[in-house]
């Protein structure tokens, strides 16, 4: 129903900066939520940064002051720029929206993930 599509990952020396989109297609009502998901090697997955319709945003604190989420509706496209990369930041990162679906003029809830990119921080 919706798909979504990351990209902007790949390998970046510590201290440097790298900005991932997540475009969403499909049959696409609204999106009431968007945001980053992030899974090491040996970890859980967790949530980095979020951003709601009103664009309220929420961070990891481990991100805060370093990486900055956005979006643009006109586009169904949520970015996170990420500044000031440690090798702590390594993982695949994931993308995932909620809202509302309209297959064949049909309303219901849906829930998208993304297939992940890497994001590898090393010298």
């Known amino acids: 129903q919706v798909q979504l599509v990351e990209s902007g990952g790949g390998l970046v020396q510590p201290g440097g900066s790298l900005r991932l989109s997540c475009a969403a297609s499909?049959?696409?009502?609204?999106?009431?939520?968007m945001g980053w998901h992030r899974q090491a090697p040996g970890k859980q997955r967790e949530l980095v940064a979020g951003i709601t319709s009103s664009s309220m945003t929420n961070y990891a604190e481990s991100v805060k002051g370093r990486f900055t989420i956005t979006r643009d509706d006109a586009k169904n496209t949520v970015y996170l720029q990420m500044n000031s990369l440690n090798p702590e930041d390594t993982a695949v990162y994931y993308c995932k929206a909620d809202g509302i679906a309209t297959p064949f003029g049909r309303r219901q809830p849906f829930t998208s993930w993304g297939q992940g990119i890497q994001v590898t921080v090393s010298s």
């Open positions: 499909g049959s696409i009502g609204s999106i009431y939520a």
